[in-house]
């Protein structure tokens, strides 16, 4: 797998946030505060985050890691060390 | 032996109960012409002077303004008297002892007076009484304020309906169908009291209300028979009482079947008919999913020849057709 | 006369025509006889094809005055349109005694005639009556055409169109006549009972810790599965009431308060909940969600939960007194599950507990119904293991 950068990894996210919320704008996302305060996401949705950073990066979250990923930046962290640590 | 089913008519039920009303109270009195020894012009109150003596089966002067205006004396003063009007036209003669005394003595005295007393008269064609003897004024006396008009259409309602006349402290006016008297049937032995409050659904349906009241209950009941046989359902509804109105009960119906036909031995214009149309307008119009229709008489005095009454009265044939105009089923 | 055979027509769509010109010829009783035009225009539909014998007061074609715009090819008879249009003629001038007396309509011919319980229904199903056709529904226009209009509508638009204001409007107006309707005809009874989930959250967990993310279970999977046979148990919960009487339904089909993005919500149904696995399920709900917020619902979706179900825990409040969708007769809550003090045993533990309510319609059941209901979905939810 080639490793990933945490600018392509922020990408993913957000183009994954784009297929469950259209209406969204990504710049107007705040990066620090709770994606799902800002975006009006369910458990449904956020299980369809989850899926689809799996299907583009190709990493599998478990449940109890789905609170490290509340924030964009904290999304962005996980992943990355997780990325690394596969390679 | 039968076990609590009786076969008896609508006149002798009658009789059962004029008969236990003066048993039971006292005060109870029966006055009017014929009513004694002749036993009722309709026979209703045969027996009855043998058994309750010339004090309370008391036979009258043809003069009904006379013996209904001491009617509501004796009222007035305490007892319950129950006045017989041969017929409903000659009720007339007395209209102003009903309607200047009898309806407004309890308004003008300020609530100090009651009139509890009880007008039985005979109504309606079929008999060949001809123009004078056999008009439904059910209508006019549902008109006025200050009393209560029923209409008693089956044995039940014969039977049970003028005991809780006598306990209304106001008049009550009981309209008897002459055609009815002659009705057989199976009444409980116990039959007692019924209430003269509510209308009663005698026949459940899905697609038509038919609503009427005394002697066209059954030919609307044959009615309805008929339109099941040609796929509409149909519900009877019996009103009982005239006055007041108990409108709930047809508007509920209505609220099913969104559709309305008034069937009324009335004449059509200023009719009981109208009213109820009248009311269904103001408190169900948007229930409506078709114009209301109504059977009523002819507006013609009711003739003699038995074909020319038989066609000015409602019938089963004019009831059916209504009904399908309404619901749209051409047959 | 009561009705005449249209033997001839004299003109065809997009004829211009005069007042007094003879445009058809009809079949009566007495003999053939012209039918004149009352109007100057053009002819824009022929409503009654030659032939044909209709009844004397049916509309025979509509007619386009001076300076009307011509109507789509496709939906000409539209009553939109009618609007507009005339009638062009009623049999009941057909009489050659009358002829040259223009027809006498009681009621204007381009006013349509609906009775005012259809127009109510018209309001409650959302259904334009502007677009109705008059060739469909004749001149006067019922209940049932109401319900006809109403039924065509959803079989014609299985694909709702997602992101339109319009749309959206539509959906609210809708949600406000179902709801409308429930809280005045409904008269609804509540319950609430709180639940252990505890078990089921363990569960789950150790569930979901075996399975790739494309095969987790939601929380919400197993409390469906369970309040879908605590159902079975309840059946004056699950089904219909109409016209006066209550209507069980066997199968269960749950119908899921799903909120669309942008606002308003609907409960399609996930058929047979009862019977079906939780992974069938967690694909059934995937599925529908996806439908839902894509838009491409289909017809029997909306039409047949027999029951509603409303998670509304998700959004953190704690329970859900809900509305009844008529004519369903009941609609199960779930609020957030979190941890609470719960005596067990006489101490006090923490436990996960959510509050599960139902509101259900009293004509159709009982309190007692409704408590012996969330009491059997609460012992469900203690053997997680057993949902399967």
Redesign the interface.
Known sequence: MTPRSREEIRQAIVDALGGIAPEIDPGSIAADLPLREQIDMDSFDFLNLIIRVHEILGIDIPEQDYAKLVTLNGAVEYLARRCAAQQ | MMEDRIRTTYRKALNMALREAMQRDQRVFLMGEDVGRYGGSFAVSKGLLDEFGEERVRDTPLSESGFVGAGIGAALNGMLPIVEIMTCNFSLLALDQILNNAATLRYMSGGQLSVPLVIRMASGAGLQLAGQHSHSFEGWYANIPGIRVVTPATLEDARGMLWTALMDPDPVIIFENMPLYNLEGELAADAGPVDIDRALVRRSG?EITLVTYGGSLHKTLQAAERLGDEGVSAEVIDLRTLRPLDMATVLSSLE?T?RLVVVDEGWKSGSLAAEVMARVMEQA??????PIERVCSVEVPMPYARHLEQAAIPQVDAICAAALRTV?RHV | MEAGTLVEWLVRPGDEVKRGQVVAVVETQKGAVDVEIWETGTVDQILVESGRKVPVGELLALLRTAGEPVAGAQDISGLQEAAGVEAASVLSGASPSRAGIPPVSRISPVRPRV??????LAEELGVEIASLSVAETGA?I??ADIERAAQAAMKAQPAIQPASSDWQSQMRKAIAAAMARSKREIPHYYLATDIDMSAVSAWLSSENLKRNVTRRLLPVIPCMKALALALREVPELNGFWI??AFRSSAAVHLGMAISMRGGGLVAPAIHDADKKSLDQLMADLRDLITRVRGGRLRSSEMNDPTVTFTNLGEQGVDGVFGVIYPPQVAIIGLGKTSEKPWVDQGAVVARKVATATLAADHRASDGHSGGLFLATLGKLLQEPERLR
């Open positions: 899905e099913k969104h119009f948007y229930e409506l999913d078709a749209k | 009775s005012p319980s259809a127009r109510k006067e019922s209940r016209d006066g």
